[in-house]
């Protein structure tokens, strides 16, 4: 069934604009009685197309349903940005893996320009996947921000995870299975060149630990998905819930 994600619900009847009224009318050829999921504020409700125009689709709503898809965990993903469609990738495979939020950043060895990444299209994968996987909302999708301001959002998680190809003392299943009491969680991953020395020190000044994903060098794209993955295992999230 058609899942369309909106920011509030207020009567029996809801009317949609813009991309959304598009996307049903247009790109999905909806007709009248066709049944449709609005889900707003991790609620499905059960809607019926009763009038479509040219520039609004109106339904009426039905039933609801609480969303039970969302994992318990808070995580926000910081990626360096990176090249091409990899940034496309993060966000697709993380928003159906369950992350909260995306916020891209830049670094010393990054090899892409800021102008580069283009937030208005993640925002439509992370709301494509949302729909894809059963989401209850879609995860925010941030502007880029630069490395002294990702350094100045670290204090306010209870858990920051950090990869870092030269870490030697602590691996990331030791580190994960060591954790307690998390609710919010903050991944740091490096762009393809990876971090200076400098910025791995000051990332652990924040109060990170650099750990290390094993013998084998990742991609950024792959390492993003890797953790946050492995975040989720560890912390229960793969469970099946009663």
Known sequence: MRKIFITSIDGQTVTLTGDSHAHLAYAMRSRVGDKVVLCCDKIDYDCEIIRITKNETVLSVGDYTPVTTEPEL???????????????FVVQKCTELGVNA?????????????????????????????????????PNIGEVIDFPALLNELSSYDLIVFPYENAKETDLKSFLRSASKV?????????????????????????????????RIMRAETASVAVLSALMYEMGEWRIKQ
Do not use: H
Request: with cysteine; charged share 30%.
């Open 74 to 88: 808070d995580v926000t993903l910081y990626p360096a940005i990176l090249k091409g469609d990899k940034m496309e």
């Open 102 to 138: 995306i916020i891209p950043f830049t670094s010393a060895n990054c090899e892409c320009r800021p102008t580069a990444v283009r937030v208005d299209r993640l925002k439509k994968i992370a709301e494509e996947a949302s729909k894809q996987c059963g989401r209850g909302i879609i």
């Open 183 to 215: 609710k919010k969680v903050a991944i740091i991953v490096g762009s393809e060149g990876g971090f200076r020395e400098d910025e791995a020190i000051k990332i652990e000044e924040m109060g990170a630990t650099a750990v290390s994903l094993g013998s």
